[in-house]
C-alpha cells in the first residue's frame, strides 16, 4: 500500500491513476491529520510526500514520522515544487529515501517508487518490529517506543528470537539451545534471569513477554 499526501487534486490523481496502473494499491491524503490518522490503522509500504501543503508541511510531517517508533524506517519520498540544492539536502537530511521536484514525467515516477521500494524492501528484511519495538539488525539497534535499549548479546538474541515467533510459546529448553547453543550445560534458570533484564530494559513494552507457567515465553499483545 501506498499513501500519496498531496494537497493538489489533479497530481493527487494522476500519481494515484500512474500508480494503480502499475499495479500498486494506493491511498491519498490532502493533509498531515487524515495521513497520520490512517497511520495508526495501517503503515504503508512507501509515502509519496509533497512539501507545500496546508498547515503542517511536508518537512514538519517527515521529522514527525522519523521520530515515531511506528513509522521510522518507513520509506518517504519527497515531490515537490522546490528545486533549490538547499530544499533537497534538508529533506534528505531529514531522512527523505528519494526526491523528485515537479514537472516530473509518469515513467521516471514510477521508476523512481518501484526503485525505493526495492532498495527498501532488502532493508526491511532486516528490520523486525513488534508493537512498539523495533529491531535494526544490520546495525544491532534495538527501539521500544522510540527510545534506544542497550542489551547484551544474550539479551538480543533472546528478542530477536521473540519477534521472529511473535505469538508463539518458546520453551525455555527451546531459548537455551537456539540462544546459548545446543551444548550449553546451564539450567532454565539461565534463561529466567535474562528475561527479567530484558524486560527492564525494554520498559513499558517488556510486559510483552510473557511468562507461559512451567513451559516457558511468548512475546504477545
Known amino acids: 500500500m501506498i499513501y500519496i499526501v498531496e494537497d493538489d487534486l489533479n497530481i493527487r490523481q494522476m500519481e494515484s491513476y500512474a500508480l494503480r496502473n502499475s499495479g500498486y494499491d494506493v491511498m491519498e491524503f490532502d493533509d498531515s491529520r487524515s495521513f497520520f490518522a490512517q497511520c495508526e490503522k495501517r503503515l504503508p509500504q512507501l509515502v509519496l510526500l509533497d512539501i507545500m501543503l496546508p498547515g503542517e508541511d511536508g518537512l514538519a510531517i517527515l521529522q514527525k514520522m522519523r521520530q515515531d517508533s511506528r513509522t521510522r524506517f518507513t520509506p518517504v519520498i519527497l515531490i515537490t515544487a522546490k528545486t533549490t540544492e538547499l ?34 524492501q532488502k532493508d526491511a528484511d532486516e528490520i523486525l518490529s513488534f508493537a512498539q519495538i523495533q529491531m535494526d539488525d544490520q546495525k544491532r539497534r534495538v527501539y521500544s517506543c522510540g527510545e534506544v535499549c542497550e542489551l547484551t548479546y ?28 545446543t551444548d550449553y550445560e546451564g539450567k532454565s534458570r539461565t534463561v529466567d534471569m535474562h528475561i527479567k533484564t530484558l524486560r527492564q530494559k525494554l520498559g513499558e513494552m517488556g510486559s510483552l513477554i510473557r511468562t507461559v507457567r512451567n513451559v516457558g515465553y511468548k512475546i504477545e499483545v
Open 154 to 181: 544474550k539479551e538480543y538474541e533472546l528478542l530477536k528470537y521473540f519477534l521472529q515467533n511473535p505469538g508463539i510459546v518458546l520453551s525455555r529448553d527451546k531459548l537455551l539451545s537456539r540462544v546459548w547453543g
Open 87 to 120: 530544499d533537497r539536502v534538508k529533506g534528505l537530511d531529514l531522512g527523505a529515501d528519494d526526491y523528485i521536484c515537479k514537472p516530473f514525467g509518469i515513467m521516471e515516477f514510477i521508476s523512481r517508487v518501484k526503485a525505493v521500494l526495492r532498495r527498501t
